[in-house]
C-alpha cells in the first residue's frame, strides 16, 4: 500500500440525511456572506443614526414648546410618529446585535433607545419577537399569528362565530388597516403591563424606571404647553401614526406567507425564506421600513447590520434560485393587497383551512 494514502481517502462519500443536507446548503450560504465581509459592523452607521435620531427627538421637543397652544401641533405630532417609529427600528437592531459586539453593549442600546427614547418595554418586545424569529408563522410557536382581534389562522376561527363576530371576521382583511391605528396605544399597554406585572423581564428596574420617566415626562410636557382637549388630540394624532406606521411596516414581512402546521419540521433556511417576504422600491423603502423589507435576508442573517442586507440581497436570491427555494418579493402595494385578500379568505373560508404545500414535503425531515 502507498504510504501516502489511507484506504478512506479514495473511498466515495456518504450520503447525507436530509436534515445534514440542508445544514450543509445554510453552512455554505453563510460561508459566502462571511467571505463577502457582510456580517462586520458598521458602528459610524449606528452611530450617526442615532445622533441624528436624538437631535431630531430634541428639535421636536424644542418646536412643541414654541408652537404652543395652536392646532399645528398634530402635523408635529405626526412628524414625531414617523421619529419615534425610526427610532424603533433603530432599537430593533439593537435588540438584534447588530450594532456592537457586546452583548452587553447591544441590551443597554436597546432599553435607552426602547425604554427612554420611545416608551416601549425592551424586554416585553425582545421576548416576543425572539420567538417569531426562532419559528414564523408557526401555529402555536410564533405570537405574531396568535388569534386576537384579527384571526391568522382558520385553526383559530372557530364555525361558531355568530352575529358582530361573525361579520367582523369576515372583513378582517379590510378592518386590518383601520385597527392598526391603535395598534400604537397598545404596544405601549402591553409592554407596561409587562414590566409592572408577572411578566418575563431581564432588567425589571431599570425598565420600569425609564417607562415611567419617558411616558411620565412626556404627558406632563403635553398637557403643560396644550390645553386639555388639544392635548388629547396630539396623543391620538401621534400614537394612532405610530401605530398604523408600525404595522404597515410589519405586515408585508410574513402576513399571507404559507402557515406552518404545528407539527411541521423545516430546516433553518427553509424555514426563513418560504415564510418571509421582501419588500422592493429602492432607497426611499429601505429609509421607510428601515431595512425591513430585507425580511428574507434579516431572518437568515438577524445580527447582520442594515446597511448590509441590500448587498447581501443578490447572493441569497441567487442561492435560492440554485436550489429551487420559492424567494418571495413584490412591491409594498402589492403586498398590501396581498394582506387584506389573506386575512378576508381566513375569515370566509373557515371549512377550507389555508395549508402550507411548500412545508409538507419538509414534514418528515430529520
Known amino acids: ?17 436530509p436534515r445534514e443536507r440542508q445544514v450543509s ?8 456572506v462571511q ?45 414625531l410618529s414617523l421619529v419615534l417609529g425610526q427610532v424603533m427600528f433603530l432599537g430593533h437592531d439593537a ?9 452587553r453593549w447591544n441590551d443597554w442600546a436597546s432599553l435607552v433607545i426602547a425604554n427612554l427614547y420611545a416608551g416601549m418595554s425592551y424586554g416585553w418586545w425582545n421576548h416576543k419577537h425572539s420567538r417569531h424569529h426562532a419559528k414564523p408563522n408557526q401555529v402555536g410557536a410564533d405570537p405574531d399569528i396568535d388569534s386576537g382581534a384579527l384571526v391568522f389562522t382558520t385553526e383559530d376561527l372557530p364555525e361558531a ?14 378592518l386590518f388597516f383601520p385597527l392598526l391605528l391603535l395598534e400604537g396605544l397598545n404596544l405601549h399597554v402591553s409592554g407596561v403591563k409587562t414590566i409592572f406585572g408577572r411578566g418575563e423581564v431581564k432588567r425589571r428596574p431599570v425598565e420600569m424606571v425609564f417607562v415611567t420617566l419617558r411616558l411620565g415626562g412626556y404627558l406632563a410636557l403635553v398637557f403643560w404647553v396644550l390645553p386639555v382637549g388639544m392635548a388629547f388630540a396630539f396623543l391620538g394624532v401621534q400614537l394612532a401614526l405610530f401605530g398604523l406606521y408600525m404595522g404597515a411596516v410589519f405586515a408585508p414581512n410574513h402576513k399571507g406567507m404559507p402557515i406552518v402546521p404545528k407539527d411541521a419540521k423545516i430546516d433553518f433556511l427553509r424555514r426563513q425564506v418560504l415564510m418571509s417576504r421582501n419588500v ?22 438577524p445580527n447582520m447590520a442594515r446597511p448590509h442586507l441590500r448587498r447581501v440581497q443578490p447572493i441569497v436570491r441567487e442561492f435560492c434560485a440554485s436550489r429551487g427555494i420559492a424567494y418571495s418579493e413584490t412591491t409594498m402595494l402589492k403586498s398590501y393587497g396581498i394582506v387584506i385578500r389573506y386575512l378576508n379568505r381566513v375569515g370566509l373560508a373557515a371549512r377550507d383551512p389555508f395549508q402550507c404545500p411548500l412545508t409538507l414535503e419538509y414534514r418528515s425531515a430529520r
Open 95 to 103: 435588540a438584534h446585535r447588530q450594532i456592537f459586539r457586546s452583548g
Open 1 to 17: 500500500m502507498d504510504v501516502a494514502t489511507t484506504p478512506y481517502e479514495n473511498a466515495p462519500e456518504a450520503p447525507m440525511s
Open 161 to 174: 362565530r355568530t352575529g358582530m363576530a361573525a361579520w367582523f371576521a369576515e372583513r378582517q382583511g379590510w
Open 280 to 301: 422592493k422600491g429602492g432607497r426611499v423603502i429601505d429609509e421607510f421600513m428601515g431595512g425591513l423589507n430585507y425580511q428574507i435576508e434579516h431572518h437568515l442573517f
Open 35 to 79: 467571505e463577502a465581509g457582510l456580517m462586520r459592523r458598521r458602528y459610524g452607521y449606528y452611530w450617526t443614526r442615532f445622533v441624528v435620531l436624538t437631535l431630531l427627538l430634541a428639535g421636536i421637543g424644542v418646536a412643541f414648546v414654541l408652537i404652543g397652544d395652536s392646532w399645528w401641533q398634530l402635523a408635529l405630532a405626526a412628524v
Open 25 to 32: 446548503e445554510f453552512t455554505a450560504l453563510t460561508r459566502t
